[in-house]
């Protein structure tokens, strides 16, 4: 009965999905960016779905259960934190600019080079992203329809797969109204639920007063504030959020649908949390075996509130999976391999042909990290971890430093990236968990570092940027952020 309810919200979805695909005609454009058409409500609910996914809700629910409130909760803080700095300061300017992917930005900013490294990077990040949304569906069919959990995986694949590739972000769009419209109403139910029948029970130093957890080393204190960095500033340069800001009509629509879908991602993350701290109370000494909420949901919740939130978490899955694929397919079409608009010899557009091609291996990716690292939150957070370690700075420095300059942009991608990536090897841990992807034995770097690497990376790229740029001379250089204008500023260029 749950798998056929849960099945039933799913085929809706994908009915959706596929009716309005015919918006595409064939368009590029339209297929990456909707045309530019869409409007507050569509464009609110696209970033709320990219930031309410199951790594913000099973891996939220995970990390408060194991660790405390703000060990989870930090994961929609963050990242409705990010929306919020993005409305506040880039988001207008973005829409402005008329862009296909936010690495189009690197291109016109810092040049060809720094778009194919800045490209690459985001591919492997989102992929993460992916990987950590196919591992919900995973364990979801294999704790509630039997199979395996590589086939749980697989079977989230396809049903996204197959509406992104025909509708785009038309699909994602109005998918993501009615997903959005499902999980809100399961949060609210849930957390209902829990409230009458057992109470909101938060054990001792584990709520969100107890400010312990972002003050004390030994409560996870250096994870916590690590997670609401990354996620807070390293999720600003994300495809799918900015895939959203360009596709929405206007700039003002753009940065209303940032702050709506902050407060939307912190009414469904929060209560998230909340029901997290409560499980202890409602599963009793024996705990849980696999996710939180799913033992919840399987050995005390009534079957019609099983259905409505599994098709809430399966809902969030499918929203920003589709947004990622859908992002990082474009990427590499487009700024990759160079891909652009224009018509093939049969009278197709080249560019969404492409994208639609690179659906494939970008699946693939994710679908490989997904089964060596069977984890949800972590990957999130280690995902956006990437981005702030190495294109977060020049990003935000590109928009706001006149002396921002392609020399720079490099030292910091290349010292931010490396200085994280050895980090990574090096340290036992990832944000509280083994380091099952790829750990060096050392004696060199001990779990106490993990959360501290998030800063150091992030301010060796920082240091690099400004170094470098304070010792190239300004020079007049064409003014990137009007569509269509060549007006000169001052930014830095190689001293002669």
């Not at 194991?66 to 300017?93: D, E, H, M, N, Q």
Request: hydrophobic share 55%; net charge neutral; aromatic share 8%.
């Amino acid at each position: 009965m749950i798998i056929i309810g849960v099945g039933l919200s799913v085929l809706a979805i994908v009915v959706i999905g596929l009716a309005v695909a015919r918006k595409v005609d064939g368009d590029a454009t339209n297929f990456l960016v909707a045309g530019r058409s869409l409007a507050l409500p569509l464009s609110a609910a696209g970033l709320m779905g990219q930031a309410v996914d199951t790594n913000a809700t099973l891996g939220n629910t995970d990390l408060s259960a194991a660790a405390g409130f703000w060990a989870g909760a930090s994961l929609p803080i963050g990242l409705a934190g990010c929306l919020v700095l993005t409305g506040l300061f880039f988001a207008k300017r973005m829409n402005r600019m008329k862009l296909l992917t936010i690495a189009d930005f690197y291109r016109r900013r810092y040049g060809r080079g720094v778009e194919i490294v800045a490209s690459v990077l985001m591919i492997f990040s989102f992929c993460i992203l992916l990987a950590g949304n196919l591992v919900a569906g995973g364990y979801l069919f294999e704790q509630f329809l039997g199979t395996s959990y590589t086939v749980g995986v697989l079977l989230i694949v396809l049903v996204v797969v197959g509406y992104t590739a025909a509708g785009g972000m038309f699909s994602d769009a109005y998918t993501a109204f009615a997903q959005m419209i499902i999980t809100v109403c399961a949060t609210l139910a849930l957390f209902a639920w829990v409230a009458a029948r057992y109470g909101i029970t938060i054990p001792e130093g584990m709520g969100p007063f107890d400010l312990g957890q972002l003050g004390d080393t030994e409560q996870g204190a250096p994870m916590n504030w690590a997670t609401l960095f990354a996620l807070g500033v390293g999720d600003i340069v994300a495809i799918d959020f900015m895939q959203r800001i360009f596709a929405a009509r206007s700039p003002k629509v753009a940065q209303r649908a940032c702050f709506v879908g902050a407060l939307g991602t912190l009414a469904v993350g929060v209560p998230f949390s909340l029901v997290a701290l409560s499980s202890g109370e409602i599963l009793g000494p024996e705990g849980a075996e696999g996710p939180v909420l799913f033992a919840v949901l399987e050995r005390a919740a009534p079957p019609a509130l099983t259905i409505l939130v599994l098709s809430g978490i399966v809902a969030a899955s499918c929203s920003t999976a589709n947004g990622a694929i859908l992002g990082t397919s474009a990427v590499a079409a487009r700024n990759v391999f160079g891909v652009r608009i224009g018509e093939t010899p049969s009278g197709s557009d080249q560019l969404l042909r492409a994208t639609r091609f690179m659906l494939l291996p970008v699946v693939g990716v994710a679908v490989l990290f997904a089964l060596r690292v069977p984890e949800t939150g972590i990957l999130l957070t280690l995902a956006f971890d990437v981005m702030l370690a190495a294109l977060a700075v020049p990003f935000v420095l590109g928009h706001y430093w006149r002396r921002s300059c392609t020399a720079a942009a490099v030292a910091a991608i290349a010292v931010g990236s490396t200085v994280r990536l050895v980090l990574f090897v090096l340290t036992p841990t990832m944000y509280g968990a083994p380091n099952t992807l790829w750990y060096v034995p050392n004696d060199l770097v001990g779990a106490g570092l993990d959360g501290w690497v998030t800063f150091l990376a992030a301010a060796a790229s920082l240091v690099a940027f400004v170094v470098v740029a304070l010792a190239r001379r300004p020079q007049p250089v064409p003014d990137v952020f009007t569509e269509g204008q060549q007006r000169p500023r001052r930014v830095a260029s190689p001293a002669s």
